[in-house]
């Protein structure tokens, strides 16, 4: 069982909005640590998407968006592409588990 | 450009020794923690641990704790992760990965090497 949980799947048409869920608890997310999200398309190293809960790295387009409020973060994509099919990782800190950095079980975006 | 370059696939009976590397360049090597997550075949990612060059300090999850060890060489900018006994259990892709400066989350991930134990 993941410190983090996601919903295992989601699927939105191309161009449509989707969002993937990411729920902790009051040692991590509600306790204010920061959550990152990763995109890993099949057979690539995980890249990362989002991190300190809404920013972008370089290269990441601004149709992928992140929020967080109490336990829960969430990733949005908008104007759906077909190479947005991926897995969907969300990451942050629990203060419970020895300086654990913790992940969500993923979440596998499907484009219809 | 930081880079990670991890070591190449393995394939290992049960209770033999594997040491696998990460070798960083790009960036000042001692400044930043640098670790470990593990993927096993159709599952998610688990962060096995992380160890900052700058002064040899290593935080591993309790999941890995006593498992595995975490190395690095400050002189070839390289990490290591190893363990003395493999089981059936270790086989699984493992992602070398940096630590952004407020070490908490990933900002750079190497190719992942993938371990195989089989007898």
């Known amino acids: 069982q993941s410190v983090l949980t996601q919903p295992p799947s989601v699927s939105g048409a191309p161009g449509q909005r989707v969002t993937i869920s990411c729920t902790g608890s009051s040692s991590n997310i509600g306790a204010g640590y920061d959550v990152s999200w990763y995109q890993q398309v099949p057979g690539t190293a995980p890249k990362l998407l989002i991190y300190g809960n809404n920013n972008r790295p370089s290269g990441v387009p601004d149709r992928v968006s992140g929020s967080r409020s109490g336990t829960s973060a969430s990733l949005a994509i908008t104007g759906l592409q077909a190479e947005d099919e991926a897995d969907y990782y969300c990451q942050s800190y629990d203060s419970s588990l020895s300086g654990s950095r913790v992940f969500g079980g993923g979440t596998k975006l499907t484009v219809l | 450009e930081v880079q990670l370059v991890q070591s190449g696939a393995e394939v290992k009976k049960p209770g033999e020794s594997l040491r696998i590397s990460c070798k960083a360049s790009g960036y000042r090597f001692t400044t930043y923690w640098i670790g470990w997550v593990r993927q096993m075949s159709g599952k998610g990612l688990e962060w096995m641990g992380i160890?900052?060059?700058?002064?040899?300090?290593?935080r591993y999850s309790p999941s890995f704790q006593g498992q595995v060890t975490i190395s690095a060489d400050r002189s070839i900018t390289t990490a290591y992760l190893q363990w003395s006994s493999l089981k059936a259990s270790d086989t699984a892709i493992y992602y070398c990965?940096?630590?952004?400066?407020?070490?908490?989350?990933?900002?750079?991930w190497g190719q992942g090497t993938l371990v195989t134990v089989s007898s």
């Open positions: 160890f900052y060059p700058g002064d040899s300090d290593i």
């Open positions: 990965v940096r630590l952004d400066t407020s070490g908490y989350f990933f900002d750079y």
